[in-house]
């Protein structure tokens, strides 16, 4: 692989995992009563414990795709 294809490739990944990302906000602002009442059909949750779970988690996701995606991009950018 060339690093024109790599560079084409962590961009696809960036935007679309950015995209997930969005879109798990999403649902998480406008459906969270829904996603609160599927979630508690298998887990004893609080309602601060659910939103303290997910707002961890996209961070995690969120550090993870800066990391995997978004750092290498700009090593291969800044390489050139």
Do not use: Q
């Not at 084409?8 to 829904?34: E, P, S, T």
């Not at 659910?50 to 800066?66: E, N, R, S, T, V």
């Amino acid at each position: 692989m060339t690093t024109t294809a790599i560079e084409d490739l962590l961009l696809w990944c960036l935007g679309i995992n950015y995209g997930f990302l969005l879109l798990w906000f999403g649902v998480f602002v406008f459906g969270h009563d829904w996603m609160y009442r599927l979630h508690t059909r298998w887990f004893r949750l609080s309602v601060e414990t659910f939103d303290a779970i997910h707002y961890a988690a996209m961070a995690a996701y969120k550090l993870g795709i800066l990391m995997l995606n978004l750092v290498p991009l700009l090593a291969l950018y800044l390489s050139r």
